[in-house]
């Protein structure tokens, strides 16, 4: 969502940062650089201009200009100055779901995705914190509306209200709050029917809902792609109905992202949840600063940390790390950080988090090292027998020509991958040998939620943006392209010097 911007900004602050000193000209040229960025970006005029302006008066000062590193402190204004923009005047904190049940009324236009955000704020509330979530669809309009939202239900195993034909929106908003008090229920969510412009039908329906429930959180449904018009729709339904906050979708798609950052100074509405693809699972906190750290190409460990808690399994973890300190690594533990990699965002996903190779993510997919290739590396281990992965060893030129013929692809394919295979193994022995072990113990219990380990921040908190940069350089051969992709599978990478492997053919 924020390529563009991300990559017109990264220009600016790399020729600020090369200069030893900085006079005031140079500092007013790279902001008027970062004005268009912005504006290109669609984000409006008065909050581009009220941003330079912010940013404008600390940077020209002498703290700045007689500063050490004058570039670096010019880059630091402006992310401060892009997370007050992101957060406003105070942090919105959690959702108030405190005082069980707890209503939580969805609005919004239709097409913003309004039912399958009810589905995935319920399936996390679910599972992250523990709530017993009710769903109900209030929309008696879009044909197959209330079927979807309990098609979703079933999915991801949270209840919905049973649908009886002929109610009006708000007796089956009673209906839901009178079920949720009986069940025992944390938190009831509210899918109300959207329109295709904004309406006074539409509005005094939900005005009439509001009133019923009396909600702890109203939440937004936005298209992040509508640009600047999702923001007017912010205003209008805050002006009649009154929200607490925004939840901005399709924020994975190719649109330029002004709208999230002239969210909060137009309307005083936060953005609470952002939608990253069609998946239940894909949706993230909106984090001002970290969101504000992959824009100016600084990375995100923190949501990577927290992709690794979600997606990896402690007891195979402990499993795999244990035959990792005994220097064991065979075919089904490479298999299994493929898999990993695939779940965590494929390469590309899990580079744009790392400080410093927001750049390389993209010359990975420039080279062709795109994620249809461990796609087929995956294939080829599939396609060995059980002996085969425990031991590579086995693999001699018939059973090749049968496993690279079973998977669809070339013997020379299967070579790579065993090359692979035999570097990743010597670098598990080496670490064995250099008593690293304990390292390893220590990082991998922290991610996995180990006993008394550190929560994601602390992690991310304990690691060197500037020494994951270098170490990231000094794996990529001196050549740009990435040998190795720290954060594998517990602080493992992948060995530099694997030339040729993955083009695409």
């Known amino acids: 969502m924020f390529e563009n911007l991300s990559e017109r900004l990264s220009g600016v602050f790399d020729r600020l940062t090369k ?77 108030k779901i ?19 955000t009810t589905g995935k704020l319920a399936k996390r509330l679910k599972d992250r914190d523990g709530k017993k979530v009710l769903m109900a669809s209030l929309d008696i309009y879009r044909p197959a509306a209330m079927d979807q939202l309990a098609v979703l239900g079933a ?8 649908i009886v034909k002929g109610q009006k929106p708000v007796d089956i908003a009673k209906r839901a709050k009178q079920q949720a008090a009986l069940g025992g229920y944390d938190v009831y969510m509210l899918d109300t029917a959207g329109r295709l412009h904004i309406d006074e039908i539409l509005m005094q329906e939900v005005e009439d809902v509001r009133n019923v429930v009396d909600p702890r959180e109203t939440l937004l449904v936005v298209d992040g792609l509508t640009g600047q018009v999702a923001v007017e729709v912010a205003q209008e339904f805050d002006d009649k109905i009154g929200i607490s906050g925004v939840v901005l979708t399709r924020m994975d798609g190719d649109g330029r992202g002004g709208a999230a950052l002239s ?34 190409g600084m990375g995100d460990i923190v949501a ?18 244990k035959r990792m300190m005994k220097g064991h690594f065979n075919m089904n533990d490479l298999k299994m950080q493929l898999d990993q990699m695939l779940k965590m965002g494929g390469m590309e996903g899990m580079m744009s988090m790392m400080p ?20 087929r590396q995956i294939a080829l281990i599939q396609s060995m027998t059980k002996k085969e992965r425990a031991n590579p060893a086995l693999l001699q030129a018939s059973r090749k020509k049968r496993i ?13 991958l065993l090359k692979m295979h035999r570097q990743m193994s010597d670098v598990m022995k080496k670490m064995g040998k250099m008593g690293k072990g304990k390292m390893l113990k220590q990082a991998m219990s922290g991610m996995f939620g180990g006993k008394g380990g550190p929560s994601p921040e602390e992690m991310a908190a304990g690691m060197d943006p500037k020494a994951l940069e270098a170490a990231a350089k000094a794996m990529g051969g001196g050549r740009g392209m990435p040998g190795g992709l720290p954060g594998l599978g517990g602080g493992m990478g992948l060995p530099g010097g694997l030339s040729g492997f993955g083009k695409k053919k």
Do not use: C, W, Y
């Open 404 to 416: 690279a013929a079973g998977a669809g692809q070339q013997v020379s394919d299967l070579n790579k």
């Open 263 to 296: 969210m909060r100074a137009v309307t005083g509405k936060p953005i609470r949840f952002v939608g990253l693809g069609e998946k239940m699972d894909a949706i993230e906190t909106f984090e001002p600063d970290r969101i504000a750290g992959r824009i100016l």
């Open 356 to 375: 410093g190779m927001g750049k390389m993510a993209k010359q990975v997919q420039d080279a062709g090292m795109d994620d249809k290739v461990i796609q």
């Open 155 to 162: 999915q991801i195993g949270v209840d919905t209200l049973p």
């Open 304 to 321: 990577l940390v927290e992709k690794a808690q979600d997606t990896i399994e402690a007891e195979q973890a402990e499993r795999m790390m």
């Open 19 to 95: 200069q030893g000193a900085l006079s005031e000209e140079d500092v007013k040229t790279a902001l008027r650089e970062v004005r268009v960025a912005l504006l290109e970006a669609d984000v409006s005029l008065p909050v581009a201009r009220e941003f330079i302006k912010k940013v404008q008066d600390q940077a020209t000062g002498q703290s700045v200009t007689k500063s050490v590193t004058p570039g670096q402190q010019v880059v630091k204004i402006v992310h401060d100055a892009l997370v007050d923009t992101l957060r406003g005047d105070e942090d919105p904190g959690k959702l």
């Open 98 to 116: 405190d005082n069980p049940p707890a209503p939580i009324l969805m609005v919004g236009l239709q097409g913003g995705g309004k039912t399958t």
